[in-house]
């Protein structure tokens, strides 16, 4: 029983070109984050949403942006991808006022040519 | 910024001996912790946590073990299985509001057959 879905699981895009990755989760937990991961890395988180409260991480880049349109659902948009920002993107949810854990989807891979 | 941290990059261990995977934090407010297991192209799966106000915790084959006087956090697989190869990260929270994780630097688990 799939939890937090990503969608799709490997997405290839061109440098430059807008691109959208999706994650969805089936627990209704109201916090979702967005994590970018490179090759023997730890996640990095980017930001998350705490219900529909935005939070950035000082760090991420202004290239990096997000959607939350309901519960449910979570988008990441990069819009002008560049080589570095080929990684492993892997969305999260938890519960707030539980615990902090997190539940993962698989991630998506992006390439970026 | 204080962070959390592993001791060892890689672990190699032979099939059926029992594996020690050691992390240490910083932060002193931390007073959750978790420990998350990647394989290969997935994303992060929860193995298990552990609060600040407890010393030890058990599931099945692992064993989570906190020392709040030295800031050091261990996991331990017992009867290492083939399966058990991936990545393990540490994670800890501080209890803030965001519920956001600090993630440790990971260690690779090869298990030997």
């Known amino acids: 029983d799939a939890m937090v879905i990503q969608n799709p699981r490997y997405q290839v895009t061109q440098f430059g070109k807008p691109v959208t990755l999706s994650c969805s989760q089936t627990?209704?937990?109201?916090?979702m984050y967005w994590y970018q991961q490179k090759s023997s890395q730890a996640p990095k988180l980017l930001f998350h949403y705490y219900d529909k409260d935005f939070n950035n991480e000082a760090d991420t880049p202004d290239n990096f942006q997000s959607r939350r349109p309901n519960t449910s659902f979570c988008f990441l948009d990069i819009r002008s991808p560049g080589l570095g920002d080929a990684a492993m993107y892997l969305c999260?949810?938890?519960?707030?006022?539980?615990?902090?854990?997190?539940?993962f989807g698989p991630g998506t891979r992006l390439t970026v040519l | 910024g204080e962070s959390v941290g592993l001791h060892l990059p890689t672990l190699s261990v032979q099939e059926g001996d029992n594996s020690i995977i050691n992390c240490a934090y910083s932060n002193s407010a931390s007073d959750y912790f978790i420990w998350y297991k990647q394989e290969s192209g997935k994303g992060p799966q929860f193995i298990i946590d552990i609060r600040s106000n407890m010393d030890k915790r058990q599931g099945q084959r692992v064993t989570v073990l906190l020392n709040k006087t030295v800031k050091h956090l261990s996991l331990q697989i017992a009867a290492t299985q083939p399966g058990d190869s991936a990545v393990y990260f540490c994670a800890e929270n501080d209890g803030g509001d965001d519920y956001k994780l600090s993630f440790g630097a990971g260690t690779t688990v090869t298990v030997r057959a």
């Open positions: 999260a949810t938890s519960r707030a006022g539980s615990t902090a854990k997190q539940y």
């Open positions: 627990l209704n937990h109201n916090v």
